[in-house]
């Protein structure tokens, strides 16, 4: 079956006991495995202060826009991904990576990005205020904190749990 996006996802961030992470900042990124061309990264969403990261289809699809602007034929329609996907944690030098690209070669706010940020300055603010650096995050992918699921079904809400161990 094909990606649907959902509605609304919710993730909870826990500390491995299931206690609240009540941190603010912490960046995830959603992956989409493409059936044709290069998989699709939908990035930054971000926690509250209470550790819950609140994704809407709104955002979802500003995200797709933003990459289909940053290199059209790069990409298939997100509507043709496979349905598998898989939320993760962003690792201190993915996001130190996209400080430099963002400063250095995309400086401007990408189509759909408008939506979510008033000003490139704020999305790189909100990328330098990652919070991180203070959790134990490794930068190999297979050992990284994750959610694999598959997003099938149209306009559904989802809700996750994510355990992420602190540093210290």
Not at 122 to 131: H, K, N, P, Y
Request: glycine residues 4%; charged residues 25%.
């Amino acid at each position: 079956m094909p990606l649907a996006l959902p509605s609304s996802v919710v993730i909870h961030l826990q500390l491995p006991g299931g206690s609240p992470l009540r941190l603010a900042n912490v960046l995830l990124e959603i992956q989409t495995f493409a059936t044709r061309k290069n998989d699709i990264s939908l990035f930054p969403f971000a926690s509250d202060a209470n550790g819950l990261v609140r994704i809407t289809k709104d955002d979802l699809m500003a995200a797709v826009e933003a990459t289909y602007d940053s290199g059209l034929m790069d990409y298939c329609g997100i509507e043709s991904a496979h349905e598998m996907i898989e939320i993760r944690v962003s690792s201190v030098a993915e996001i130190e990576r996209a400080i430099l690209s963002r400063t250095r070669t995309w400086t401007s706010l990408l189509r759909g990005e408008i939506r979510r940020w008033k000003t490139i300055d704020e999305l790189i603010a909100l990328l330098r205020s990652a919070s991180n650096s203070q959790l134990a995050i490794a930068e190999e992918l297979a050992v990284r904190p994750k959610i694999r699921d598959a997003w099938a079904k149209p306009d559904a809400t989802y809700e996750y749990e994510m355990q992420i161990r602190g540093i210290g």
